[in-house]
């Protein structure tokens, strides 16, 4: 089964139509995020690795639209439990490796947030798509709600993280074992991040599932809620017919003033019966605070002759 993580993946790396700047907005947020510089003599070549076939040919479709540059792939297998096929998508050594990568600003020290790169939404936009691409993952609706990215250098992970709070999304960010997580844990939030970054299709099922989880959850509640109050008003009418049976064998219902000595015996006569239906029962006029009452009452009369609870 393919994880929704993937569905999300295969739906960006389909994606067509975007700007030239976009491009290269998205291809940095890619190598930043998972490619690799390989020095051979004077010349400087890529390499960039993925499980996803649909992300290894959207590498391949933007290194060669925007940068006509030399590349191969290598296909092995993995040695993990799964074995599924590794995409090793290779540009090689060239100077005009070194001129994309400087057009890209891979090469430079500018400091992280400063690229001229990420001066405009569209751009920011692709390049979130691309570091979610190579390093993100989401987990499935129906489940908890997390969505993260995942990279070793905290500068990076400062900057993906800046750039999703400037899109008005709730962003966090820690560390573990040497690495630093950008995520997201509230459903909203992650409807709103899977829009910026183009995954409508995914938007729509994570939403459909979500609506239905919470319908789900809402039910639940209500369900709980009424069982709470059965169990109350269950509790309830058992200690009133108690007290009321306590009454008879002590004093006896006959010395009960008329109105208490009716409803004492309309209790016993139906102890599943709520104040509504007593009340209705009832001769005179009178509702369900006045049958509470005449039952609190004799509550009292039996804890006065000694009952104990």
Do not use: W
């Not at 389909?14 to 290269?24: N, V």
């Not at 499980?51 to 993990?80: C, D, G, H, P, Y």
């Amino acid at each position: 089964m393919v994880s929704f993580s993937n569905e999300v993946k295969n739906e960006l790396a389909r994606i067509e139509g975007q700007k030239s700047c976009c491009d290269k907005g998205e291809l940095y947020g890619l190598l930043k995020m998972s490619g690799a510089i390989v020095l051979s003599g004077r010349n400087i070549g890529i390499h960039f690795s993925t499980e996803n076939a649909a992300l290894a040919r959207r590498m391949l479709q933007l290194l060669k639209t925007n940068f006509k540059l030399q590349t191969e792939v290598v296909i092995t297998r993995s040695r993990r439990l799964k074995k599924n096929n590794r995409y090793q998508v290779r540009v090689l050594p060239s100077p005009e490796v070194s001129m994309a990568l400087e057009t890209l600003q891979l090469l430079t020290t500018i400091a992280e947030g400063k690229t001229k790169l990420l001066a405009s939404s569209c751009c920011r936009r692709a390049f979130l798509r691309g570091a979610f691409m190579a390093g993100g993952s989401v987990s499935r609706p129906a489940g908890d709600y997390h969505l993260e990215m995942v990279t070793g250098n905290y500068d990076f992970a400062e900057l993906i993280r800046s750039i999703i709070h400037s899109f008005s999304m709730p962003v966090k960010m820690t560390d573990r074992k040497g690495e630093y997580i950008v995520y997201l844990k509230e459903g909203n939030a992650i409807t709103s991040f899977l829009s910026v970054i183009g995954a409508h299709n995914a938007l729509m099922e994570f939403e459909n599932v979500r609506i239905i989880k919470e319908m789900r959850n809402n039910v639940n509640r209500i369900v709980n809620c009424e069982t709470a109050n059965l169990n109350k008003t269950v509790q309830a009418a058992v200690h009133q017919v108690e007290s009321i049976k306590y009454i008879c064998e002590v004093l006896g219902l006959s010395k009960l003033p008329l109105p208490l000595r009716e409803t004492a015996e309309m209790r016993l006569a139906y102890p599943e019966a709520s104040l509504a239906e007593l009340a209705d029962m009832a001769t005179g006029k009178i509702g369900k605070s006045g049958i509470n009452h005449r039952l609190k009452k004799l509550e009292q009369i039996a804890k006065d002759l000694g009952m104990t609870d």
